[in-house]
């Protein structure tokens, strides 16, 4: 394939009428064997057996081969990287055969019969192959023990990571997924893990349609160029047609058509916290024929450094976005991509977290046209890092060439897509040089800082280019200059104002816990809700050679921030002990954010490390194994809304209020205050009509909003504190609606425990279960527990006197919503007992 081919045609441009490549009809079955057993397909029957065969779906790996017949363990993985593995199907007719194999992980071979039609050294490299065929022929695929690859001599490097085993992986280019020991569970990636597909044969079939879009002005311009299979006359006229724009396309030569439409005054497309994200329907009528290519959407970028030039943050559509979100693991480990349905649940619960942004790290993959386009559609911009990490790579040709056209394909392929914004050189590269003592000049590599960011510049110079994540100062992880790992607040333990005190620009990865999920997932998935189980501890991610795990880290604030020791609550009351470990995590998300997006930050960003967990338990993930939201999601809905009040504590000038809009109307609300004592009693409260500029965040002092003193923070402590929370609530002046809510509490520690009066009361309404909740007092991280659904909002506080309705999602989403009535109990992490309904 050439350099610059896309290297798929995206789903939505199948018309089923052999215009577009399609699916390969055969099939497959797979078996593994010992390293070097054959070298031959013709050889297979002798050295294995018909019972070691398995059915093996295609697009796959072997991995999904043995899980759907029911032989796969992830925890307890076969070595597959030890193994040769052979996938074989059989071939009918007579003719040419055009087959695109869109990715082989990761030592490949390709044979008809026993002719080598291809050897690949790449999973992240696509190619075309075309064979004549005459009848019945067997096409096998080989994918070679990637152990015995890394078993040849090869350069030294520079440093040896900790992170991946075995560290001769720079050599391969092959995912770290399974190679990660610590956090990822050993399942190797081999297998056709991308689509096979066959190119059309209709007079008119697409190769493949290179779609680019560009503002000029405020107006959008459609760049294309459609390349087919086979050759025409070039006197078919074509033109192509985007709200209500068209333009005669050029016959480039007798398989190629070109051209650049313009769109006056095009509605442009959104991260979906600032706009609508806006896809237009493309279409080219050739000859008589119409003929679908697909939406696309037009936007600008540009990345602002800051009056310092050290700084990171994106403006689209020349307005400055307050990047959010978390970092991409993987929708299926086992598939390496999930099913639509999968992404589409995963891409749903980023939007209505209120997150922008997704960053897909370096010791992942590439993802699928499918991912991309499904951002495109919910507004979520895409952080892609190029598929390197912590390694110091070869420098030799070869290795280079093969860059050159794993980038060249990625960058084409996702050409169309709006969402992609940042490409970057990879994960931690810089870092690792810099943490073995490196100066900058001895552990720089081309790779990050010539070559990829000229492929950049010439397939997409229209997204932003960072060399590494992190990177931007002598120490590339500095967290006052350009993108940094934040981990100051988490993993390193440091005290809440550190967020402040680091001065971050832009956080690329931040906030990593033991996040622990809620107990249906720990009964069903994991098979225990106890800490001190093995299967518990299995889960727990860790740094290979600490120490210490991140059940540790989050401990420590439930110690610190809560005044209650961890171990104690876990050996006397574990359901307790999980609740403050939910609930501890959930207010430090609202905390660090809070503090990031408030009026003068400096922050650009935060992507929270990590959005789904690879296994059941307590992982990084903020939705888990199952695809059910975390308290940490719960957070984030929370304290990321495009409307938005937060809460800073600014000690002696008492509490700030930053109200955020990043819409582009003005808004007309109301803002109230009030201070509780025994979490009923009012102490003081203030209201004010607010008037909120389209895009803008500002500050109102608690102080100011008041009019006199009050010692909201507990600072100057004159006689005993007079309140044990304060709310803050931003409200629509006309129909009463809350749009937002924040809480502050001068003392964090979570010791008392009262009755609340909390009451809980199902009812059935027209799409579903809800439940109306209401308190008589305060109640802190109320958490709703359901045998048969799980709470649309969790994780709340529940201001007294004003109930909240709450949907319920079911568990199962196949089950009889008339037939299960809601059954279960509402808990608050300040409440003397847990409160049951049904």
Known sequence: MPQGAPASVPACLQAGDDLWPAPL???????????????????????????????APVPGTVASALRAAGKLDIERAPPLASQDHWYRATLDGVGTRRLRLHGLASIAEVWLDDTLLLESASMFVAHDLEFELHGTATLALCFRSLDAALGARRTRARWRPRLVSPPTLRNVRTTLLGHMP??????????????????????????????????????????????FVHAHDGAQPATLHCSGAKVSLAWHDAQTLRGTLRVPKVERWWPHTH??????????????????????????????????????????????????G?????????????SEAQLAHTFALARDAGMNMIRVGGTMVYESDTFYRLADAYGVLVWQDFAFANFDYPTDAAF??????????????????????????????????????LPPEMREQALFTQQLPAIVARERPDVAYVTNSPSGGTWPFSTRTGV??????????????????????????????????????????????????????????????????????????????????????????????LDLSRAVVAELMIDVFSEWRRAGSSCGGGLVWQLQDLRAGAGWGVIDAC?????????????????????????????????????????ALQLELVCLRDGAVSVVQASREVELAPRSVQRVSAADLLGRFFDFTHAYRFGPRTHDVTLVTLRDPASGAVISEAFHLPERRALERHDLGIVATPQRAEHGWQLVVEARRFARGVHIADAHYRAGRDWFPLAPGRPVTIDLIPLDANADIDARAPDGEVRAINASAAVFYR
């Open 275 to 324: 706009g609508s994200p806006t896809r237009h329907a493309l279409t080219l009528r050739l000859a008589q024929r119409e003929i679908a290519l697909g939406e696309v959407g037009f936007r600008s970028l540009e990345v602002d450094r800051g009056a310092d030039g050290a700084g990171f943050a994106l403006r689209i559509n020349g307005t400055p976005v307050f990047c959010r």
């Open 25 to 55: 009809d055969a099939q497959w079955r797979c078996v593994s064997t010992r390293a070097g057993a054959c070298d031959l397909p013709s050889a297979l029957d002798a050295c294995t057996s018909a019972a070691d065969w398995l059915d």
């Open 627 to 667: 695809g059910r939201p975390k308290s940490a999601w719960h957070a984030l809905a929370q304290v990321l809304n495009p409307v938005q009040a937060v809460i800073t504590d600014e000690g002696l000038n008492g509490l700030d209020i930053h109200l955020v809009n990043e819409r582009d109307q003005a808004l």
């Open 400 to 437: 280079t060439a093969e860059v050159e056209t794993e980038a060249t394909q990625f960058l084409a392929r996702t050409r169309r897509y709006a969402a992609l914004a940042v490409v970057c050189g990879g994960s931690e590269a810089d870092q690792q040089g810099a943490m073995f003592g």
């Open 326 to 338: 978390a970092c991409w693991t993987s929708a299926d480990l086992v598939t390496l991509a999930g």
């Open 484 to 577: 940094t790992h934040y981990y100051g607040v988490s993993a390193y333990q440091r005290p809440l104002d550190d967020a402040r005190r680091s001065q971050v620009r832009f956080a690329s990865e931040c906030l990593a816990f033991a996040n622990v999920p809620d107990d249906a997932t720990l009964h069903d998935a994991l098979g225990t809700i106890h800490a001190h189980d093995p299967r518990w501890k299995n889960a727990v991610p860790r740094d290979p050679g600490a120490g210490w795990d991140f059940d540790d880290v989050r401990d420590h604030y439930v110690r610190t921030l809560f005044g209650v020791e961890p171990s104690s609550v876990r050996y006397e009351d574990p359901q307790r002990y």
């Open 182 to 227: 610590g956090w990822c569970p050993s399942v190797h990636a081999a297998g056709p893990w991308r689509p096979i597909e066959v190119l059309g044969a209709a007079p008119d079939a697409f190769d493949h349609a290179d779609i680019a879009t560009t503002m000029d002005g405020d107006d959008g311009m459609v760049n294309v160029t459609l390349r």
